[in-house]
């Protein structure tokens, strides 16, 4: 047999913390058949041919931890399923999916690796990972490949699948502030938090974002009405039937005038800064002849801007600037668009830029902006004249600093009126930095749901930070959107300590979801009878909103094949690792391995949790340092080594001494209960029966609550809870 | 037959102007509209006009009007027209009682008042009502029908929807005000800060996010599935086999359908074979490229309504149907049902008529009938695959069936969703038995629901969906008002306005404030001009940074259109006096004024507050008036009301030497008048007044005395805090005043105050207001000749209806008996006379200066000043 090919044996997708990293990662199972007899030096014009093609590989440090530390590998000779894993995260990030983790190991199997790299998105990182093998084996058989054209499909699947940047920006100032986000829909309808304290955003609107308040903002008028009675500035106006009313009209509202029909767009039939009794009543049958009612607006003077409020606060301010072109004498004015606007580098037609083209053909309002200066765009203007081409281009020159505290003041009012907590407020004024009633400004347009790149990519000066504004205004300094969560692995006791430590919370009055083996289960109702002790069962209870606490049962076959459903975890139990809990099928076959697998629960355990430990089992014991956290251990006898040792380290443990279960810090212990008051206990002959109750007993303390209260439930327990409890390796 | 009455020469009856009073106004609370209405002679007595009243009630029989109470006071045509609006209106269905008919100080001109529920509704009333004397005056016809037919369209097509309607009744029953914000269904709740809005079944707290989801049904369907709450499961396919596949996976029976459809176009319910399947899948398919295969639910159509976190109502709803009986065809059957008279064709009735249109016949043809079958007996046949009221579907109220876990179950798909108000829609066998156990399920929620099904079920008892989404957005004790404080009277309104808005601002309140130059929002003056009428309170009423709001109410905006609030917390009136704008508006003497003035304190709301002063007789009058308990204040705390008042230990404000005392029983509180820099250690006696009328407002609203204290402390009247309220200026040495006092009270109280200033030589500056009688042009300048050395008369700017030097000569004729004035000068223009009185001043002078344009008089005097350093 002679194999030199990359065969992809198995994909699977790690939807939450898993063997490799915390974050979800696409694992690709590799056979590379002889290749294995190949590595990366050994394999002539490799190197130069898969250089040449991705550049950026120089950027990829690998282990040697340093800028080319992947090239140097593959000169000193690294083998094809490494190569690959750094093919797709370079794949991946050229399509504009920032993706830094990758690792790939070696299996028992000759030939036979796992490699696992980040996935932002599973579809895409599918298609990078084909790609990237396609690419590989390119290289290695020197044959042509077209990089550009695979980024171009994959940037294509990043633009339309993955999350716009506006709300990307918002999830990743979540992440900055370790607030967990789930994504609820294929747009960009996502859940920042889990249960009872999650919120939602969609785009920038939030769930405090009232429908009556869009409703509002949709209406012009009413929006213009409510603003003028609370006293912020807008162009006063009103509907005239005929040309002698549109000059009254505008006698009373004050010279200079706009004059437009009520419902146009894109400009057309709008006359602005009217000064004269023939200019109005010219202006009036301009915009009578679009065929709807004609209003007389009072001209304001000066740039659009867009000013962002969040929360009451103003966060950002963007002005708008004209376009203009400079006529050479022998350039249409469409060919000085492209040649003096167009050229700008800023310019394109995707949301990586700032500024859009300027496109006569797409765009009416510069057709029409010419033609009121008497030009065509195959006009061709004298040399030295200016031509305004677009009276306000894109909103994208940020001046937040510059913005008055007045005029601050006046567009969290707007927001306020119409009811918006994220508004983007319109507003027209020839200088913003001064108030804007001696200047003549007005907020023309209250929106709802505003667009954000503006603010993130602006064509000059400097991004701000708006979503971790927007994340502010939805969670407190001293908010996390956390809820309670205790992770249970281990090889068996896990679903009666999960049901028991779920029990002990709902007493505490907490709304508990638990996915457990035995099911699933809200507030003590099952929900679903089938094994629940899965990343989708899981999934279920960090997004109702009614649960306040989640109690979660992992075993290896699922933290292997799903990965966890939550990020983090205030509590991580581990109650035993055992041979009978290896999954030969997923290469975990031996208990080293399997330590490998178990140890993912220790290593979510959030900076301010607890790891909870069986004491008697040195393989547990051993995952000890890998916790972020506090480490509470647990055992039948107070004399276990690690226990003793533990105290000695003033830290916290549960145990039994003399028949009455025992909580412990450092060398103080107080008794909980006897265990004779513990019918669960009292019943049972099964040793491991009394370490899942001290277990549960532990994991409920590191969730905070109270001894009475787990007194009470120790002793309020039925038999209930311990059948499924006793059914072995569970 | 009646003969011909003869024509009459004379012009009839015309209505000269009409109002709409949209708040509590002069007399009644209710809206209500006013019209000046001129009658000839032969109008003024309907007994004069022969045959006049038969015709009348032949074209109205329902009218009715109160005979005469006495000769003096016949019934005129002005009295028809009153009761005919009336009764065109009730008899046009709205809730309308009142009305009422004056005779004003001119002959034969009467002010005609009538209640309205909807002003445009008022209006056409008082249009049709003038219509029908007409044409009984000239025996023409009168289309009675058709009158109320207009008049109760335009009331359903303008007045509040079923749903809104309801929640408004259940707001105004709590005592929470309310105001449209548009002509659709929005409203707004409360006032300022604490203002809510809602429109229709949806409140600013309904978030946009909620019902994107509830507009989604897969999404919705996913979300609460993983709340745990039953639905049909399934999901979207692309292909026949993976239709058959879900199918299978699923079990039973299953409905196969278009992800984007309407009106049930492609959608098989019920099916189970393979064969059913594809044949169902191609035909969903043919609608959109998504399809959905899911569990049949088996069952009825329940819509539960949930408010918050509890069940409210629940219906049972069946689409229009007809149920076959072998011999009639579809049409004739729905002719059949349609003849029932719960079967109207609007909102009014519970029941509306099923219409056999385009969407009914596609209806029956998918059930294979047309119009012109005939069904067979027993046959139920759908009209419509939608239940709504609206479209002849039926409503059964089951409430009290609703089995409490099916009850949870909705609550939980309403708050996994997030929506405050949710329409949840079950389908199963009986809502007697949870989902569960009968393979029931939600297959949609719905935001902002309909309400009419449960408020006016087709059968069964209607249910307080209101009142739950009221109880749902206000606690039980809140009203959604702010405090609010009317401020009324001749002279020192706007002082007094300012003192209490101050006091209130330094207890931590924001305050909105209007007054005669405008509207202020927390100090920052938002609106310029006269804004003391309604449209300004209401503004500050809509504005969401106010919790405290203090309006200075004349009489111009209250005669207009009525008060811009319901009721207030307190209602504080400084004086009458001798009056001031006498002889407008019919408001000819000083009675007629209080009348006017006492608006606010008819308003005042029973747990509120009248501060009244005890030593202007028509304003302690007023204390019958109010339905609050009342304050007096007086500087003489032995004013015979005064005494009584504080003898039943009722509250009290007066001034005891050098201090100002408030006392209630045995409490008291005293202080000090050197505190407060406003009086001038108690020397200027208006702004005593004004601060014990101040007090007596902050003390209704239980502000702390040591707040009172130290705010009437920092009180500054300056020309920039109060222009035109006794400002001070220093000007070479001698003292400048600068005041818009106008009328003979105002120069009364600022001559008592000058009074009590040193000074050498004293001179004046005046014009006088051109609206304003000529006895009070002459005693206004009668009181200044007894105090002051030279007089510079001026023309003012504006003469409002005067000739030139009319006004300056009444002033003359004032100073004819003037015991001290030796200097009188007149002058055209305020600035040249500001100049003139300036350039005579030496150190030691004093100079009063009446300001007519406030604000550009005190500029012009600042920048004079400016010029000498």
Redesign the interface.
Known sequence: MNKKYIDIINVISLRGPNIWTYRPVLEAWLDIGDLEDFPSHTIPGFYERLTAVLPGLIEHHCGVGERGGFLQRLREGTWAGHVLEHVMIELQNLAGMQSGFGQTRSTSTRGVYKMAVRARHEEVSKAALYAARDLVMSAIEDKPFDVAAIVKKLRDMVDSLCLGPSTACIVDAATDRRIPSIRLNEGNLVQLGYGVNQRRIWTAETDRTPAIAESISSDKDLTKSLLASCGVPVPEGCMVENAEAAWEAAEDIGLPVVVKPSDGNHGRGVSTNLTTREDIEAAFKLAAEEGSEVLVERFIPGDEHRLLVVGGRLVAAAKGEAAWVTGDGTSTVEQLIDSQINTDPRRGTTEDFPLNLVLIDEDPAVRLELSRQGYEPGSVPEKGKQVLVQRNGNVAFDVTDKVHPEVAAMVSLAARVVGLDIAGVDLVAEDISRPLEEQGGAIVEVNAGPGLLMHLKPASGEPRPVGRAIVNHLFAENESGRIPIVGIAGSHGKTMLARLVARLMHLHGWYVGVACSDGLYFNERLIDKSDCANWKSGHRVLLNRAVEAGVFEHDARSMLTEGLAYDRCKVGVVTNINPSELVPDFHIDDVEKLIKVIRTQVDVVLPDGVAVLNAADPRVVELAPLCDGEVMYFGLTPDLPALTAQRAANARAVFIRDGQIMLAVGEDESALCPLSEIPLAASSVWPDRLENILGAVAAAWAAGLPADLIRTGLETFDEELAPAADAPAR | MLDQPEQEEEPSMEISRIRALRGPNLWSRHTAIEAIVSCPESERSIASLPGFEGRLRARFPEIEFLQPADEAHPISLAHVLESAALGLQAQAGCKVSFSRTVSTVETGIYQVVVEYTEEAVGRLAFELAEQLCQSALEDTSFDLAAALVRLRELDEDIRLGPSTGSIVEAALKRGIPYRR??EGS?VQFGWGSRQR???AA????????????AQ?KE?TKA?L????VPVPKGRVVSSAEEAWTVASELGGRVVVKPRDGNQGKGVAVNISTREEVLAAYAAASQISDEVIVERYLPGHDFRLLVVGNKLIAAARRAPPQVIGDGKHTVRELVEQVNRDPMRGDGHATSLTKIRLDAIALATLDRQGYTADSVPAKGVHVILRNNANLSTGGTATDVTDDVHPEVAARAV?AA??V?LDICGVDVVCESVLQPLEEQGGGIVEVN??PGLRMHLQPSYGKGRAVGDAIISNMYADNDDGRIPVVAVSGTNGKTTTTRLIAHILSKNGLRIGMTGTDG?Y?QN?R??TGDCSGPRSA??VL????VDAAVFETARGGVLREGLGFDRCDVAVVTNIGVGDHLGLNFISTVEDLAVVKRVIVQNVAPTGTAVLNAADPMVAKMAKSCPGSVTYFAVDRHHPVMATHRAKGRRVVYRDGNDVVASEGRFQCRIPLAEIPLTHGGVIGFQVENIMAAIGAAWALEIDWNTIRASLNTFISDAKSAPGRFNLFSYRGATLIADYGHNPDAIQALVNAVNTMSAKRRSVVISGAGDRRDEDLRQQTEILGDAFDQVILYEDACQRGRADGEVVALLREGLAKARRTNDIREIRGEFIAIDTALADLKEGDLCLILVDQVEKALAYIEKRIAEVG
């Open positions: 914000l548009t929005m809005r809602i429109q949806e409140t600013d707290s309904t978030s946009a996010i909620s019902e994107s989801i989604d999404l979300l599935d993983a709340a745990g939980e708050q996994m997030g935001a902002a509207v929002i920052r938002i609106d209401r503004n809509l504005h969401p940074d």
